[in-house]
């Protein structure tokens, strides 16, 4: 029986069988030493006689299985335990120079990267990424589970858009026209409505966006949650902060090792402020800042805001609320407050990571909004439907997966949170 | 604070407050009754006075708001309590005719409630089987979480098909023609020989097969896992009937109202029995079937399989083992027995709910077999890669969520366990 790198500890002088790939191959003469990786870690291997003989042919990145009697010591460098190989098998060998630098000594080109991602994911970064990933995903999951939704999975091929129709990615399907999701908001809404009330989907969605910058993907994973009977857009503040607290609790207790390799000190803020768009010019000026009125936030203004609220209120994150009605999907519920909406973003670090609100349920308002935007309600009649049997008050909210993890690991580029990219040139690998 | 209809009882005596939909109500001169609904179950409102008079005007389904004094009296037939409502609310009216009978004394034809599927999941039987699938899903990761596999998010949009080029849906993705990805065979292969070693992932594949029959989606959710340093195809197996196992008892645990209100009496079968694909002729003419050599199995194949192997086995489940490797797609690991494979399939009451196998791991072969196939390894170079490198045996295998949670329930069709289902036909709802 196989066992990994991290459980070694528990063999001291046991025969053990293990399975990984090549690190470093090391000929100090009649000895030779492997570092080998497996999807535990690092582990010294230490090789003579036969087994020195096909250690010193491995190319780096091969595949090897081996066995051999466990060695606890404290002195050993690399997690204080080596095995004394006895047998050493290549399981699949590895062409003798590798695409990209596994090692990390020099840099490689990031698209050259990406190109090559399978070994470039062998890196250990990588591997921290995604198991942060992991736990951003399953706490997400957790906490909404415990509160009552019910996970759904929401068609990703509609024959209408949700966001406005310049971003659709097309899809012949069959004889007819039909697009790709570009969000589950309209599936998610329904699903409230038809009893579900509360609903989650983590699922990918599609935006044939033209940007191209370290912060846009035109594939990317959205963590969506929706609620029924709701009183106002605070609840849903309140639920999504609930989430996100426990999405940071969750990365703090499983992944220690990951948030110490990208040195990220990770802090859950006491209480996110939430701050009404309408303050916001009276804030910039207070910072020196222009700002013009009714207008969308650049990506300064987000970054300023981060930092406004990082020194004011102790909290990396930040809620900005009731953007104006112009600005939002029109599926968003209008404010009191004339020109405003209930609809709102949670920026962190400088980027946008949320996006939600308190959604229309009335009718006649939804099909007001939809005509003032430009679309013909005719369009959308199997959506509209949900709101003439009983659609209660509700609201929802998305965070961007790749976004939310690149920000918390302050990586540069959200790709590199991402397995496989889909960008305005990218589709392979 | 809302709380639910099944949290009543804890507050005998004392004022709460409520929410949901109006399924029926009854008027019986100074008080009316309601039956409403939330997403916890099924409540009795007792109104008087001016609730009464508002409860009058009420048309089923629409939503509503009430507080009230709990009563919890076992004689109470509706769960043993009630609420004396002291104050009701019209949240959202509902049109007075419904387009599904959601109460189900007539039956509604199938097409027509999937072209209102959003009133027709309000009814008891869909919310149950979406809270069984929850349950499916959730036993997946958590035992795939806990045999230490990683999940992933692969791309949906991909340059070329896996399967071979007839079933995808083809995606204009900006001047480049792409495809919708049928399954993440290639990627989950591709991130085990990144390291990962141990990768699951759910989301949507799709399938431009152009089948209408009640057990084939174009659109479906694929359950998969891929696993690294595998002997062969029975560790597969293996791992398969372990996550099949543990998802079983899940939903014994936590569905038991939703079994029973479909009258299942779920069994988890002690073993599942491997039948070998050679073996098949003679299983076929022992029970008088005829099976003509090295063909695929048709549905009325798999229905008798299944019986025999429950009559055999006491297995509803049942693997069939080494399909011949002319049958299955080029990435399946040959067997040393000429013409066969290590590619299987899982057979659950009369239908395949897992597809799976050992794969190739020497680029070689699989270049071998693509050529084979009528693919040209060019095209494949972004999958090719991988496997000069290191890659390890592995193999994996795939359910489908719908499939699965309709034979469990023994459901007629596959739609039935599907949100919105896309087909042949429909995009809409």
Same mark, same amino acid.
């Given at each position: 029986?196989?066992?990994?790198?991290?459980?070694?500890? /528990?063999?001291?002088?046991?025969?053990?069988?293990?399975?990984?790939?090549?690190?470093?191959?090391?000929?100090?003469?009649?000895?030779?030493?492997? &570092?080998?990786?497996?999807?535990?870690?690092?582990?010294?291997?230490?090789?003579?006689?036969?087994?020195?003989?096909?250690?010193?042919?491995?190319?780096?990145?091969?595949?090897?299985?081996?066995?051999?009697?466990?060695?606890?010591?404290?002195?050993?460098?690399?997690?204080?335990?080596?095995?004394?190989?006895?047998?050493?098998?290549?399981?699949?060998?590895?062409?003798?120079?590798?695409?990209?630098? &596994?090692?990390?000594?020099?840099?490689?080109?990031?698209?050259?990267?990406?190109?090559?991602?399978?070994?470039?994911?062998?890196?250990?970064?990588?591997?921290? &990424?995604?198991?942060?990933?992991?736990?951003?995903?399953?706490?997400?999951?957790?906490?909404?589970? +415990?509160?009552?939704?019910?996970?759904?999975?929401?068609? *990703?091929? &509609?024959?209408?858009?949700?966001?406005?129709?310049?971003?659709? #990615?097309?899809?012949?399907?069959?004889?007819?026209?039909?697009?790709?999701?570009?969000?589950?908001?309209?599936?998610?809404?329904?699903?409230?409505?038809?009893?579900? @009330?509360?609903?989650?989907?983590?699922?990918?969605?599609?935006?044939?966006?033209?940007?191209?910058?370290?912060?846009?993907?035109?594939?990317?994973?959205?963590?969506?949650?929706?609620?029924?009977?709701?009183?106002?857009?605070?609840?849903?503040?309140?639920? !999504?902060? +609930?989430?996100?607290?426990?999405?940071?609790? /969750?990365?703090?207790?499983?992944?220690? +090792?990951?948030?110490?390799?990208?040195?990220?000190?990770?802090?859950?803020?006491?209480?996110?402020?939430?701050?009404?768009?309408?303050?916001?010019?009276?804030?910039?000026?207070?910072?020196?800042?222009?700002?013009?009125?009714?207008?969308?936030?650049?990506?300064?203004?987000?970054?300023?805001?981060?930092?406004?609220?990082?020194? +004011?209120?102790?909290?990396?994150?930040?809620?900005?609320?009731?953007?104006?009605? @112009?600005?939002?999907?029109?599926?968003?519920?209008?404010?009191? *407050? *004339?020109?405003?909406? %209930?609809?709102?973003?949670?920026? #962190? !670090?400088?980027?946008?990571?949320? !996006?939600?609100?308190?959604?229309?349920?009335?009718?006649?308002?939804?099909?007001?909004?939809?005509?003032?935007?430009? #679309?013909?309600?005719?369009?959308?009649?199997?959506?509209? @439907?949900?709101?003439?049997?009983?659609?209660?008050?509700?609201?929802?909210?998305?965070?961007?997966?790749?976004?939310?993890?690149?920000?918390?690991?302050?990586?540069?580029?959200?790709?590199?949170?991402?397995?496989?990219?889909?960008?305005?040139? %990218?589709?392979?690998?």
């Amino acid at each position: 029986m196989r066992i990994l790198s991290n459980q070694v500890k /528990k063999y001291n002088g046991k025969k053990v069988a293990l399975a990984g790939w090549v690190q470093t191959v090391r000929d100090v003469g009649s000895l030779v030493f492997i &570092i080998m990786r497996d999807r535990a870690g690092l582990l010294q291997l230490i090789c003579k006689g036969e087994a020195a003989e096909t250690a010193r042919k491995l190319s780096l990145e091969s595949s090897i299985e081996v066995t051999g009697i466990a060695k606890v010591d404290e002195k050993i460098k690399l997690g204080g335990v080596e095995i004394q190989v006895e047998t050493l098998v290549l399981v699949a060998g590895s062409l003798p120079k590798l695409p990209v630098d &596994i090692a990390g000594k020099t840099e490689t080109n990031f698209e050259h990267r990406f190109d090559h991602r399978v070994i470039d994911l062998r890196r250990e970064e990588p591997q921290a &990424i995604f198991a942060v990933q992991s736990t951003l995903c399953n706490a997400f999951r957790e906490i909404l589970n +415990k509160d009552g939704f019910t996970e759904i999975h929401t068609p *990703k091929i &509609i024959a209408t858009g949700t966001e406005g129709g310049t971003s659709l #990615f097309p899809v012949k399907y069959f004889e007819k026209q039909a697009y790709l999701a570009q969000s589950p908001q309209f599936y998610k809404q329904m699903l409230v409505g038809s009893g579900f @009330e509360r609903v989650f989907e983590i699922a990918p969605v599609f935006r044939a966006e033209e940007h191209n910058t370290p912060w846009h993907l035109n594939e990317y994973v959205s963590l969506d949650f929706e609620m029924g009977f709701v009183r106002d857009e605070l609840q849903v503040i309140k639920q !999504s902060e +609930k989430v996100l607290k426990y999405m940071l609790k /969750k990365v703090i207790e499983k992944n220690e +090792k990951q948030l110490k390799l990208f040195n990220i000190n990770l802090k859950i803020p006491k209480k996110i402020p939430v701050l009404k768009y309408w303050d916001l010019p009276k804030i910039f000026e207070s910072i020196g800042k222009e700002f013009a009125p009714m207008s969308d936030l650049s990506r300064d203004h987000e970054a300023t805001l981060c930092t406004y609220a990082s020194e +004011k209120f102790d909290s990396e994150f930040v809620f900005v609320n009731n953007y104006p009605i @112009e600005l939002r999907p029109a599926y968003t519920q209008p404010h009191t *407050k *004339k020109k405003y909406s %209930r609809g709102f973003d949670l920026l #962190f !670090s400088g980027v946008e990571i949320v !996006s939600g609100g308190q959604r229309v349920h009335d009718p006649a308002v939804l099909e007001k909004q939809l005509t003032a935007k430009g #679309f013909n309600p005719a369009d959308f009649e199997f959506y509209l @439907e949900t709101f003439r049997y009983g659609m209660p008050p509700h609201g929802g909210q998305a965070f961007g997966l790749e976004r939310l993890t690149a920000r918390l690991l302050k990586l540069n580029n959200v790709r590199e949170a991402t397995f496989f990219p889909r960008d305005r040139n %990218r589709v392979t690998p």
